[in-house]
């Protein structure tokens, strides 16, 4: 029996983990897989409830648990709370006290959502890219980090600190995943200015000394953030620290279409992960059934594959949204301005996946 931790959230991530669980629910005894299912707050719910974003006992929930798959955090509500006490920290102090470092955020183009892109279709079209974040460093956690009052003016600081065991593991990551792929890894730094990307770049070549089959290329990080949207096809794997990492990430995911359809998953050392749509809360359309829930259930076909080892039952994930997206189904974010469909709530969208599972079966 696997267990799983359901960290929902808040504002969308409720809707669509429920989503993805019943999704999961019915995948699981098709591929003989047991799943237990646990339920425990995180971020702004969690705020209001226990005073903190990540209570101790839910972090212990987690350790215990085959794979966490989690929702969203954040929203206005809580805007106003000094950085300690935001719902992002209890995210960020989850990836960090699992040792989650390695954040791959796979961004490919079902074939039916070409047109749904910003970009022209011809652009677009075959785009599967996989970026490679370092999740626990950087800007993130360096200290010193705080604000203060120097000279009677308000000052700021946070620090971007890597050390080389930091850099070589997830290059390593990079480079595995890579020879799973077309053998191409991007390192993407700012090394003309920081000497953290200096760094980053001798430690990445290092790493690819032990891996001569993949080709190797730097790039620097505005330059890649147009190369994105310029020929986004040219991008197998991308390696990188945690900014450039959260910010080339939502651009990728962009570019195929909908944030509302990127998953992404959180590993260590210790085996266990944590699985999250790329997309936020969405406050905007919180609770009002029309978010998206395909990246929640993307991101559970993750959890089979990386945690269960479930190959099998994530394809069937797959091929379910990928045959619900061929049959023209769409919610409102995949729907292009001045476009008229009919589109679908996030509830209904699960049904349609549910149904091509059983298709499938
Ligand atoms: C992400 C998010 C988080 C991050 C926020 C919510 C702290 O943007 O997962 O990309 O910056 O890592
Ligand atoms: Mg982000």
Same mark, same amino acid.
Request: proline residues 6%; negative net charge; charged residues 25%.
């Given at each position: 029996?696997?267990?799983?931790? *359901?960290?929902?959230?808040d ?5 669509? /983990?429920?989503e ?9 005894? $098709? ?8 339920e %425990? *707050? ?16 839910? =972090? %212990? ?5 085959? @794979?966490v =798959?989690?929702g969203?955090?954040?929203?206005? /509500?809580w805007?106003?709370? !000094?950085?300690?006490?935001? !719902?992002e920290?209890?995210?960020?102090r989850i990836?960090k ?50 604000? @203060? ?8 600081r946070?620090t971007m600190v890597?050390?080389?065991? %930091? ?8 480079f ?13 730094h ?6 953290v ?21 730097h790039?620097l ?11 986004? $096809?040219?991008f #197998?794997v ?5 900014l450039?990492? #959260?910010?080339?990430s939502d %651009? ?21 992960g ?20 395909l990246?929640?259930?993307l991101?559970?076909?993750? *959890? ?10 994530? $394809?069937?994930v797959?091929?379910?949204?990928s045959?619900v997206?061929? +049959?023209?189904?769409?919610?409102? #974010?995949?729907?292009l301005?001045?476009?008229?469909? !009919?589109?679908?709530?996030c ?7 549910? +149904?091509? *599972?059983?298709?499938?079966a």
């Amino acid at each position: 029996m696997h267990r799983i931790l *359901l960290l929902p959230g808040d504002g969308i991530g409720p809707e669509v /983990t429920r989503e993805a669980r019943r999704v999961l629910d019915a995948v699981a005894p $098709r591929f003989g897989l047991e799943l237990a299912f646990d339920e %425990e *707050l995180i971020g702004g719910v969690s705020i209001d409830a226990r005073g903190t974003p990540l209570a101790d006992p839910v =972090l %212990e929930k987690a350790r215990a648990s085959r @794979a966490v =798959l989690l929702g969203a955090v954040g929203g206005p /509500t809580w805007d106003a709370e !000094p950085v300690d006490r935001r !719902p992002e920290k209890g995210l960020l102090r989850i990836r960090k006290e699992l040792g989650l470092y390695a954040n791959l955020r796979p961004a490919s183009v079902f074939p039916a959502l070409a047109d749904a892109s910003p970009l022209r279709p011809e652009i677009v079209k075959g785009i599967d890219l996989l970026v490679v974040r370092e999740l626990t460093g950087g800007l993130y956690f360096g200290e010193p980090r705080g604000r @203060a009052l120097v000279d009677g003016r308000r000052e700021a600081r946070n620090t971007m600190v890597y050390d080389e065991v %930091e850099i070589a593991r997830i290059a390593r990551t990079a480079f595995e995943a890579a020879r799973l792929r077309r053998r191409h890894v991007t390192h993407v730094h700012k090394q003309n200015v920081l000497e953290v990307s200096q760094l980053w770049v001798q430690v990445v070549d290092e790493v690819a000394r032990e891996h001569p089959d993949v080709e190797l290329a730097h790039q620097l990080v505005d330059s890649c953030a147009m190369l994105l949207v310029k020929e986004p $096809r040219r991008f #197998d794997v991308i390696v990188t620290e945690n900014l450039f990492g #959260d910010i080339l990430s939502d %651009e990728a995911a962009m570019i195929t279409g909908s944030l509302g359809m990127l998953p992404s998953a959180s590993l260590g050392a210790g085996g266990l992960g944590l699985y999250e749509p790329v997309h936020g809360s969405a406050p905007d359309i919180a609770g009002r059934d029309i978010a998206n829930p395909l990246a929640a259930i993307l991101s559970g076909a993750m *959890l089979l594959e990386h945690s269960l080892g479930a190959t099998d039952a994530a $394809r069937a994930v797959r091929d379910a949204v990928s045959s619900v997206l061929e +049959a023209g189904h769409r919610t409102a #974010d995949l729907v292009l301005p001045g476009e008229s469909r !009919p589109t679908l709530g996030c509830r209904a969208m699960g049904d349609r996946v549910l +149904a091509a *599972l059983g298709g499938l079966a």
